[in-house]
């Protein structure tokens, strides 16, 4: 049965699917905890990581992906993984990546405004699009081009290595692989029109469909999209008539939830969407469906850096109309003790997974199934 997890690393994001056929995807790297604070609730990621590879019997990821340059999405990363580009990161310790998944902006953001992890993380994505192996970029606007111009290489010897938006990333199938993943951003025009990367509003951003039986159970991986970037995406798939596409029972909501994932204006007590946004989270989510915050505990009070107050209350009102779960990473399943956050897809849908004790874990609510379509 397919499941995702997600992370409890603060305000930060992590999350890994792992498919029915065996194939682990992981969305994001952030090893936030301080092991030299004992009262640090964050989880201890690499060990975590390692201990699933391990009960796989596995040293290596089918897909990393990256959604964007950012801190609270790569932390500790080329600490952890096998990088080709490198011997000094290529130890038998490390955990090798078959696929890399980065957006466009990986590749042209100037390298002097990266820091050094940041940068590296570059360097890696550099030498896989020149060997032409082992990477997948997502969007292919002009500065991408004028790169591959720079290095001697040509846009038609890599294309097959590129998606873009509105587009099935290759090499998994609904029918034999039980899921798929429809690209909603990164925009090549967005890119081409403004002068230096913007990484929220340049970050990938997926809709992930599992079938199982003919039933459709569908996630959005939100990246940290601000709101006018997810209202232009409701803009452009309402413009090719494909609302599907943002359909969903699951929800990462973007940048630790906040405010401006939803509108310019936080609000006394509860964000008002502009609406697009609106329409995406009220219309397009199914009954029964999940909201999942990647961060710390929701505060009470005002706050200037997310999770917002006004944020979660329109979120858990939202979700309660649709009898689902609004579910925060470091809150779950209390803020004394976060864990893992599972949740299983199969046949009956999208439903988290508590553990009751060391050995009994028990499935509570949920999203129902919806017929397949195409």
Avoid at 346 to 371: D, N, Q, W
Wanted: proline letters at 6%.
């Amino acid at each position: 049965m397919p499941k995702s997890t997600f992370y409890p690393l603060g305000n930060a994001d992590c999350c890994l699917i792992d498919l029915a056929n065996g194939e682990k995807l992981l969305f994001d790297y952030a090893d936030t905890r301080c092991r030299d604070d004992e009262t640090d609730k964050r989880i201890d990621l690499p060990a975590e990581l390692r201990r699933n590879l391990s009960a796989a019997d596995r040293k290596y990821l089918d897909v990393v992906a990256f959604s964007h340059l950012d801190q609270d999405h790569t932390c500790g990363s080329t600490d952890f993984f096998y990088l080709q580009h490198d011997v000094k990161y290529q130890s038998a310790e490390r955990i090798k990546i078959n696929e890399l998944w980065v957006p466009a902006a990986v590749l042209i953001e100037a390298s002097e405004t990266l820091g050094e992890e940041h940068a590296i993380i570059q360097r890696e994505a550099r030498y896989r699009l020149k060997n032409k192996s082992g990477i997948r970029i997502f969007s292919r606007p002009g500065l991408l081009k004028e790169w591959l111009d720079s290095v001697g290489l040509k846009l038609e010897d890599v294309c097959h290595l590129i998606t873009d938006a509105g587009q099935l990333v290759p090499g998994f199938d609904r029918e034999e692989d039980g899921v798929e993943f429809f690209v909603h951003s990164p925009f090549a025009k967005r890119i081409n029109e403004c002068e230096v990367v913007d990484r929220n509003c340049d970050s990938l951003v997926l809709q992930v469909t599992f079938v199982d039986y003919g039933n459709e159970t569908k996630m959005i991986l939100g990246s940290d999209a601000p709101y006018d970037v997810l209202s232009d995406i409701v803009d452009v798939t309402r413009w090719h008539e494909r609302e599907e596409r943002l359909e969903w029972d699951v929800f990462k909501l973007p940048h630790h939830c906040s405010y401006l994932s939803l509108g310019p204006e936080k609000g006394k007590d509860k964000t008002e969407p502009v609406p697009n946004v609106k329409w995406l989270l009220e219309d397009q989510g199914r009954q029964g469906a999940i909201v999942v915050s990647p961060s710390n505990p929701i505060p009470t009070e005002d706050t200037d850096l997310p999770p917002h107050r006004q944020a979660a209350n329109y979120h858990r009102d939202n979700i309660a109309n649709k009898d689902g779960e609004f579910r925060v990473t470091m809150e779950f399943p209390s803020t004394s003790k976060p864990e893992p956050l599972v949740i299983e897809i199969g046949a009956s849908g999208a439903k988290v997974v508590k553990r009751t004790t060391e050995s009994a874990l028990v499935i509570t609510g949920g999203s129902t199934p919806r017929a397949g379509c195409q």
